[in-house]
């Protein structure tokens, strides 16, 4: 096995088992993988369209329209029209979104500190050193 392929099927196996690890500890707030990236968004300023919203976590704009409807059932926003241009609509918190920012923050960094925790803090520096390369490789950085 090549050095590429083993990083590779490590990097895929941590990555399914970090997806998996935060689904099952955001779904006891009823919160879904991803949907935390909009409630942190949301938290650091409310009110955001849904373009904004997508802009700041970098996401496409279609795949967080899709994301909104299920956070609205879920009762975590709001969706309302824009009150100086009604062709536009804004993302509000409900009280239960609000509610949940002490707890979905300290889930997820609980799971950061797990997901370290067998990792010296050298060990540590060195993996997200090694990560943030691989990303810059994968952009042609």
């Known amino acids: 096995m090549t050095v590429a392929k083993d990083v590779w099927e490590r990097f895929t196996e941590v990555s399914r088992a970090m997806k998996g690890e935060t689904e099952r500890r955001l779904s006891v707030y ?3 993988v991803g949907q935390q990236f909009v409630l942190e968004c949301l938290w650091a300023e409310d009110g955001l369209t849904p373009s904004e919203i997508a802009k700041r976590i970098g996401i496409e704009a279609a795949t ?22 009604r062709r536009r609509i804004r993302t509000w918190l409900t009280e239960h979104g609000q ?3 002490g707890p ?3 889930a997820m960094a609980q799971l950061q500190r797990d997901a370290v925790a067998l990792l010296t803090e050298h060990e540590a520096e060195l993996l997200a050193e090694g990560l943030s390369r691989m990303r810059r490789s994968l952009k042609g950085e």
């Open 64 to 85: 967080l329209t899709r994301a909104l409807p299920r956070m609205e059932a879920a009762g975590l926003v709001r969706r309302r029209p824009d009150e100086r241009d």
């Open 104 to 106: 979905v923050t300290e």
């Open 99 to 101: 509610e949940l920012r």
């Open 30 to 32: 009823g919160v879904h």
